[in-house]
């Protein structure tokens, strides 16, 4: 049993090939999967994971593409009474800082927002020099919530962003 579940949603686009070179980095301590074969009893089977998503520019999730799993995923949690207190969740966005400044990556406030409703640490904060943005609701003092990735317009720097990222994780245990 590895130690840390790196899981994703969507598939077949640039979260999921973030999510994979991710894995790669790390793959002797970190199973992955995508969110459709990850269900709550994986979670009793980690204490580390590492979640990322994509901003689709939905304001709420009643509006966001029904082939989103998250929002269903959260639901079950709830409806299952899962806790996932003293477990450590690390997140990864994936946006696209040219064509939406003002919404850079906002989605990853859902899922730190989800996260902490249901009991977890979160870590990984990221540093948002370096990006054009104007705007995020993933951003706080200068701090995105987690890693954020552009494939859309700086692809040739999410290699070594989580590389550093990881290795700012590995401090708190990850
Ligand atoms: C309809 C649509 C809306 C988008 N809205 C946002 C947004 O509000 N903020 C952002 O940072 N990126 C936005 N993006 C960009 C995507 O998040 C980005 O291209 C991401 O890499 C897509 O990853 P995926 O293919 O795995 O979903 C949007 C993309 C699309 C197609």
């Known amino acids: 049993m590895k130690k840390i579940a790196i899981v994703y949603w969507p598939l077949h ?27 709550s ?45 003293g477990k450590k969740v690390a997140l990864f966005g ?27 640490e979160i870590h990984g904060e990221w540093s948002s020099e370096g990006y054009e943005h104007t705007g995020s609701q993933a951003e706080k003092h200068g701090k995105f919530f987690g890693l954020a990735l552009d494939e859309d317009h700086q692809d040739n720097q999410t290699e070594t962003r989580a590389e550093k990222w990881l290795q700012q994780l590995s401090k708190f245990g990850f």
């Open 94 to 120: 994936l946006g696209d800082q040219i064509l939406y400044p003002d919404h850079f990556i906002d989605g990853l406030a859902i899922l730190k927002n989800e996260f902490e409703k249901l009991g977890a």
């Open 13 to 39: 686009g640039n979260v999921s090939r973030a999510a994979k070179k991710i894995h790669s980095l790390i793959a002797e301590k970190a199973d992955l999967f995508d969110l459709a074969s990850f269900s």
């Open 41 to 85: 009893l994986e979670i009793q089977q980690y204490d580390y994971f590492i979640v990322g998503n994509s901003t689709v520019g939905a304001d709420a999730w009643q509006d966001a593409n029904t082939k989103d799993k998250w929002l269903p995923f959260f639901k079950q949690m709830e409806f299952e009474e899962i806790s996932m207190e």
